[in-house]
């Protein structure tokens, strides 16, 4: 059966029964980056099989039906007890039903690289498509084997980033301040779009939570003792995910963001850690953004989402009233365009 969680102690309780589990999964996640969606959480237990499944529910405005979508970063679904011979039939139903009394009309995830089980998981529900790739260091390599495998180019900015300024750890809230106001300068400069700019309250309580582990550094100039640079970086359990980061305009030929990501490669390191997720390009595009993570590591993972439309009449429906492409990418479609301004009641 499946069984809905929204508490912080029952969700907690039950993402830490399973051995595998990323910040993207806690309820603390979910409550900052739900946006206008209601964070579930699915539990589905059927003799000694586990599964949970993370989501947002929201509502299709100016109608009678819901869909859902997962936080941005690698959530999906964890499970534990799932056999070579595992036959998700049941699951299957019970998923379908669950959305199906809920009026969900179509459902969106994004999954983590870092756990490929998830695909046995799903593959029967809806389909799986390839987004791109996401750059990851290995940990479990010595720290000067991992550094040997570094750019040429990289090797000497990063020689020079150490030779003019230091890196220390935002241990306090002026301290987390001078991250966020680098952070929206950063964004300003590069007009990013305004999913891109979060308020301070999200900076606040991501570096607060108890949930997972947040280490915030600052790339400070030795001379000017001016902070030039911010990176933000959060873990749980084995794998670091390079969150967000910025650098002052005046000290863009410093790379001072490069250090940062050195630094918490090697702390990651001595702290026993798996591996360190850098991350894709812009909308997970094969561009310079992620020319710039390859830098520091060749090691690249296929970055996958889920789609399914539980239900293709009102889904098609919804799409063709708002004159969508049917060509495009975007998922669900009937989200692609302007508010919504139909009535399906």
């Known amino acids: ?67 859902a979508t997962s936080v941005y970063g690698y959530p999906g679904p964890l499970c534990k007890n799932i056999s070579d011979n595992f036959d998700g039939a049941h699951f299957k139903s019970e998923l379908l039903q669950y959305f199906s009394s809920n009026n969900i009309v179509s459902v ?11 695909h046995r998981i799903l593959e029967s529900i809806g389909e799986i498509n390839n987004k791109g790739q996401v750059v990851s260091i290995d ?25 003019h300024c230091r890196v220390i750890k935002a241990e306090n809230d002026e301290e987390l301040q001078e991250f966020i106001d680098i952070y929206h300068e950063n964004m300003d400069r590069v007009n ?48 670091v995910h390079y969150h967000l980061s910025g650098t002052k305009t005046e000290y863009l030929p410093l790379m001072p963001t490069k250090l940062l990501i050195d630094e918490m490669r090697i702390k990651a390191s001595k702290m026993g850690l798996s591996h360190f997720n850098l991350g894709g390009g812009l909308s997970s595009a094969n561009d310079s953004l992620l ?13 996958y989402v889920w789609k399914l439309i539980v239900n293709p009449e009102v889904y098609n429906k919804l799409t063709k009233e708002l ?12 989200r692609c365009s302007n508010p919504l301004v139909i009535n399906t009641k």
């Not at 969700?11 to 980056?33: G, K, N, P, Q, R």
């Not at 969106?108 to 998830?118: A, G, K």
């Not at 004159?323 to 009937?334: A, E, M, R």
């Open 1 to 67: 059966m499946i069984e809905v969680i929204e508490e912080k102690k029952y969700w907690d309780d039950f993402i830490s029964s399973f051995d595998e589990s990323d910040l993207y999964h806690t309820f603390d996640y979910h409550m900052i980056a739900k946006e206008d969606g209601k964070p579930v959480l699915l539990k589905y237990t059927h003799n000694n099989v586990s599964i949970c499944l993370p989501l947002l529910i929201r509502d299709i405005p100016n109608t009678s039906f819901n869909d």
């Open 323 to 334: 004159h969508t492409q049917q060509n495009s990418d975007f998922f669900p479609l009937y």
């Open 192 to 239: 990013a779009k305004p999913m891109y700019y979060f308020d301070d309250e999200y900076f606040r309580v991501i570096a607060k939570s108890n949930s997972f582990h947040t280490e915030t550094l600052l790339a400070v100039h030795n001379e000017t003792r001016e902070v030039m640079g911010a990176s933000m970086f959060i873990y749980k359990n084995s794998v």
């Open 108 to 118: 969106f995830s994004r999954l983590n690289p870092f756990m490929p089980i998830q």
């Open 139 to 163: 940990l479990k390599k010595p720290i000067d084997q991992q550094r040997q495998e570094f750019g040429k180019r990289l090797k000497g900015q990063l020689n020079k980033a150490r030779r």
């Open 291 to 303: 020319h710039f993570k390859s830098s520091f590591s060749k090691d690249m993972s296929d970055f």
